[in-house]
């Protein structure tokens, strides 16, 4: 597999080189350049430049890419960058499943998610499901990482980070507003104002937007969504006539959400019939989310080659999603995931669901899976680079101290229901009578990296400590004061070093080799002795500059010597989030991304296309039996569920300087939900899809602009996911028009 991966990747390298006929007319980028690449406070690369000349895999959604198609919905967003696997659950990409490179995307609880260089999941270690998801439609810019160089970005190292970077304060004095509004009584309010002088600068932020959702009750009862987000930014210049510069910024970050989502899909035969249609028993299901962020950066500029930057965090999240969650027949109950996978089984219970019989009372179990979120930290790096001779050298060191914690305080409602629909409370339970239990996690983190580049070789060698303790004390269903008569507790630590090397050699300004290899983390639960996810991963690959076109291609290899699986109700399991062993696993695949425009640099018009696909093949090494099934009984050779063997991507623009059109179609392979091989039977399979988007904006005025955006134009019907429980629709054809004003 490895020689493979070598000789495949060098042969398209030459292949490459061989058609480059003209002359060399410039010189190799002066090392000079790498002032450039000096990391900075809140970014990982920070623009295009830098992510094309880091010696693992990297890609830089730019302001421009993201405001194309004013994306509100992270899938959408996401889909241009090969290596990214997204799965989608409610539509509008409210709770994202996203995988790098084969690693498990449930709840996207395998990445390191980051807001402007912060982890930003609820509780990073202890609870790593990423239920809050900060909103992409007031993002300035989007950094996805992979390969070898990511050791500095823990804990979960397999398959990257992804870092989300919010408004920036702006050099002058500026903003903008826009509107808009269309399918489903959607609609979005932005603003932004900011501004800056010598010593102070600030930036405002607000977002709103909401929808009445596509999917129907029989209660006519709306099914969408609203949500606030709100940012605040300011920084200080410290002592501006100072020989050592110190800068302070503070931001303050506050959201919220109040939408009637369900983890309730259809059945087969109901999605055939009338796919956005929602059984009356999730008639009560309703999310509500609360989230703040505060974050105090200090930087210290001893020198134009040396820097310490110092940020303390924290972030609170609470959330209580009051959902359908079982059902009860004679004195049997079923978990609503049992009973959408096989109806006919279960067929007095799917009445009930569906809401075509009168039940007895307290047969429907809503339960509140209230949860509150807390994470707060300090980390610290300190970058120093020098030149000697023609050798480029920078040192990067970090530190972080972290704790957070979940706090799962729930209940369960008994209901009833009639055949025309409508439920009753017939129980309110007391609180804290279901799981009443707090996960914890201690942890510490440090790193160094290196970074040589010597004439046309650049070397990145680093290793990353992690140290942690994670903790669950239950007090039991029947101790809601939580007096610690019934507690019971566990712990499980883990000491890991996690090493990386990287390298890149530059043949001229158009053709450039890169690889590495690097360990694959990621923290075990909190079961004791548990061990943690591991892997050795590698990649080669090549960039290349053809005249107008640009590319990238990437052949990699994850090998993991113990796969961790999640219990989640997200797919469809209790929602413990124990963790299991699953084992030795081998991903391995090809990404791909082309660029090319075809219109000349001084042309009115501009016609740039992108192109990105993504291979990705899986297979286990060794069978087990999944806990609570959620992976069925694996086999070796099985592949791993939820992850699409081919991905497509490409956008075509037309730009002009009144004008621009932009059109994207992606296509989505067929995945399974559970661990298989050969053809996947039809209750275990989530179909193939070709979405196409659509997007205009005509410039009035300079600053005066008209927007027009067009979800699923072929107005394709198709099934998202089969989890958590039944097939669920992808978000059908939507168009939004409005105006957007900049001063």
């Known amino acids: ?98 995988s790098l490179r084969g690693t498990s995307p449930e709840r996207s609880s395998k990445i390191t998610l980051m807001e402007d260089g912060v982890l930003i999941a609820p509780a ?112 200080v210049n410290l002592f501006p006539k100072a ?59 001893f020198s134009k080659n040396a820097r310490i930057t110092t940020t303390a965090y924290q972030n609170n999240f609470a959330r209580n999603w009051y959902k359908l969650d079982d059902v009860t027949f004679n004195g049997t109950k079923k978990g609503i995931a049992d009973i959408l996978e096989d109806p006919s089984t279960y067929a007095d219970h799917f009445n009930i669901v569906n809401g075509s019989v009168n039940s007895a009372a307290d047969v429907i179990g809503v339960k509140a899976n209230n949860r509150k979120y807390y994470s707060t930290g300090i980390q610290t790096k300190l970058d120093y680079h020098w030149y000697k001779g023609n050798a480029f050298h920078d040192v990067e060191i970090g530190l972080r101290y972290h704790y957070d914690e979940e706090d799962r305080f729930q209940w369960v409602d008994k209901y009833s229901i009639s055949s025309t629909g409508v439920m009753s409370l017939t129980t309110d339970a007391i609180e804290g009578t279901d799981a009443n239990r707090i996960s914890s996690a201690n942890a510490f983190a440090s790193y160094i990296t290196y ?66 290899v690097h360990k694959g983390f990621s923290p075990p639960g909190n079961q004791d002795g548990q061990a943690p996810e591991e892997s050795i991963n590698y990649e080669l690959g090549t960039r290349f500059n053809l005249g107008k076109l640009q590319g990238e291609f990437v052949r990699f290899f994850n090998d993991y010597s113990n796969l961790l699986g999640s219990d989640l109700a997200a797919t469809g399991g209790t929602g413990s989030l124990d963790q299991f062993n699953a084992g030795e696993v081998n991903v391995n695949g090809i990404e791909l991304l ?52 081919h991905q497509f991507n490409t956008t075509f623009s037309i730009e002009h300087k009144d004008f621009e059109i932009n059109i994207n179609g992606r296509f989505n392979g067929e995945f399974r939900t559970l661990a298989g091989t050969g053809n996947i039977p039809n209750n275990e399979r989530v179909d193939a899809n070709f979405i196409v988007d659509l997007s205009g904006k005509y410039f009035i005025t300079k600053r005066l602009s008209t927007t027009l955006n067009v979800i699923n134009l072929l107005d394709n019907t198709y099934a998202a996911s089969r989890v958590p429980a039944g097939l669920r629709p992808g978000h059908p054809f939507g168009i939004y028009g409005g105006l957007e004003f900049s001063f």
């Open 243 to 301: 020989s050592v510069q110190q800068t302070l910024e503070f931001k303050f970050q506050y959201s919220d959400e109040d939408g009637n989502e369900t983890y309730l899909g259809l059945s087969e035969q109901d999605f055939n019939t009338n796919p956005f249609s929602r059984y009356a028993s999730s008639n009560e299901d309703r999310m509500v989310t609360d989230h703040t962020q505060y974050m105090i950066t200090h930087r210290l500029d």
């Open 451 to 516: 970074k040589l580049k010597y004439n046309n070789w650049t070397f990145t060698p680093g290793v990353r400590y992690e140290n942690i303790t994670l903790q669950r004390e239950d007090f039991g269903k029947n101790d809601v004061n939580r007096t610690g008569v019934n507690l019971a507790s566990r712990e499980n630590s883990v000491g890991v070093f996690i090493p990386g090397m990287g390298a890149n050699y530059k043949f001229n300004n158009d053709f450039s080799l890169f690889g590495g």
């Open 594 to 645: 082309l660029n090319y425009n075809f219109s000349n640099s001084d042309a009115k018009f501009s016609f740039p296309i992108s192109v990105g696909y993504t291979f990705t093949n899986t297979a286990f090494q060794n069978s087990f039996g999944s806990a609570n099934d959620l992976w069925g009984t694996v086999a070796i050779g099985d592949e791993l569920p939820y992850i699409p063997k």
């Open 1 to 98: 597999m490895r020689k493979g991966i070598l000789i495949i990747t060098i042969l398209f390298t030459v292949v490459l080189s061989a058609q480059k006929k003209k002359k060399e007319t410039t010189s190799l980028d002066s090392i000079q350049k790498l002032d450039e690449i000096i990391i900075s406070t809140k970014k990982i690369f920070g623009n295009k430049y830098v992510a094309k000349h880091r010696t693992g895999a990297a890609y830089y959604l730019s302001p421009k890419e993201l405001q194309k198609f004013s994306f509100t919905d992270v899938n959408r967003a996401l889909r241009s960058v090969p290596g990214v696997t997204i799965y989608e659950e409610d539509g509008f990409g409210l709770r994202p499943n996203i």
């Open 124 to 235: 990073p270690y202890s609870a790593s499901s990423a239920y809050y998801f900060p909103t992409i439609a007031r993002m300035e810019a989007v950094e996805v990482l992979k390969g070898s160089s990511q050791v500095q970005y823990g804990p979960f190292t397999t398959g990257g980070a992804i870092n989300m970077i919010s408004a920036q304060i702006p050099t002058e004095f500026g903003g903008k507003v826009s509107a808009n509004y269309g399918s489903f009584n959607s609609n979005q309010l932005h603003a932004k104002i900011g501004g800056r002088n010598k010593n102070f600068g600030y930036v405002l932020e607000y977002l709103n937007y909401g929808s009445d959702g596509f999917k129907t009750l029989p209660s006519g009862k709306n099914t969408g969504f609203n949500k606030n987000d709100v940012v605040a930014k300011i920084d």
